[in-house]
């Protein structure tokens, strides 16, 4: 079989590589880069371990071909800690969000797309955001706690007043 040249950025780092266009996503990022905390757990898109984030938005890598990653750019699990502990890592350790761990790289990347759109979520909503996810150990309550957990620090975070808005109260 012939290969295809792919073009994408991978965690802020431009890429380009030769590959088969069957290849999956998940297996060029696990095995072509390395990047092995992308899980896989099923190949059949029933799982969620597999999620990254693609544009901003999750997506289970073991739904798309790496070919068709062309021109996007992507986020795995490695990166998500490049500043420091992200709020989810930092939720998932203090509520006790995993226990074989897994799940959790997948849990991560879906929660943090899903954060960005609403980082004032309900229980509800988290539920359903990460209704992809399965996870066979936590029951799922601890994932939710960790999740809210976040949401809350990535909340207060963001409406923080600036330096410049201080000063103005002050003035
Ligand atoms: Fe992709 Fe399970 S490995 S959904
Ligand atoms: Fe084990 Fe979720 S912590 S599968």
Known sequence: MGTRTV???VNGQAVTREVEPRLL????????LSLTGTHIGCDTTSCGACTIIMDGKAVKSCTIFAVQAEGR???TIEDVAKDGLHPLQEGFW???GL?????????IMCSKAFLQENDQPTEAEIR????????RCTGYVKIV????YAAEKMHEKANQPTQVQEQEVVA
């Open 73 to 75: 750019s992507i986020e």
């Open 145 to 148: 706690e960790a999740i809210q």
């Open 128 to 135: 359903w955001a990460i209704s992809g996810n399965l996870c």
């Open 25 to 32: 996503l998940v297996h060029f990022i696990r095995e072509d």
């Open 7 to 9: 073009n994408l950025t």
């Open 99 to 107: 226990q074989c761990g897994f799940c959790t790289p997948g849990m």
């Open 94 to 96: 203090e509520k006790h």
